[in-house]
């Protein structure tokens, strides 16, 4: 994906933490369940933001899939123009509660059946950022315009210690 940052975001940091409050840099799942993460992120939001913005309301976006494209978290967090300093800086948290399991379908069996899976060995992370809410028609087309971080996190198995 080419990122267009259509609302010139500029990215400062960009962290993830475990619930102890430790940076870390990969995920850990014990067998299918993973653990809780925060994704903090500090952006400098300057004049450029601000025209864009044109003293309407916006919203910050995380999108999380698997690896194939599959939803697993989709959170929002409400921008007023009022909350941003004039520093034009912003801290923005968001909680990574990864569901453990996708149910799908096997339509190749004779008779359709479940299957779990979950993320076994990265996820896709996009944050973005639009003046658009879901119930817009043109959400969708804005949300991929505003994105400012398109990534992978790997995930690995977790061990005892």
Partial sequence: MTLKNKYCINLLSFNLFNQDGKRVYILERNGTAL????CKFIVFLDHDFLEKLNNEDGFFYLSVFSIDNKPLIFQQIDLSPS????SGLIEIA????IPTHLEDFDLKADHPKKVIK???NKIKLQLSFS???LKDQSFYSDLEDGTFIDTV???KEATNG
């Fill in 153 to 155: 996190i790997p995930i």
């Fill in 35 to 38: 653990k809780e993460y925060t």
């Fill in 94 to 97: 968001f909680k990574l509660s």
């Fill in 118 to 120: 979950y993320p076994k």
């Fill in 131 to 133: 003046r658009s809410n």
């Fill in 83 to 86: 909350q941003i300093p004039r």
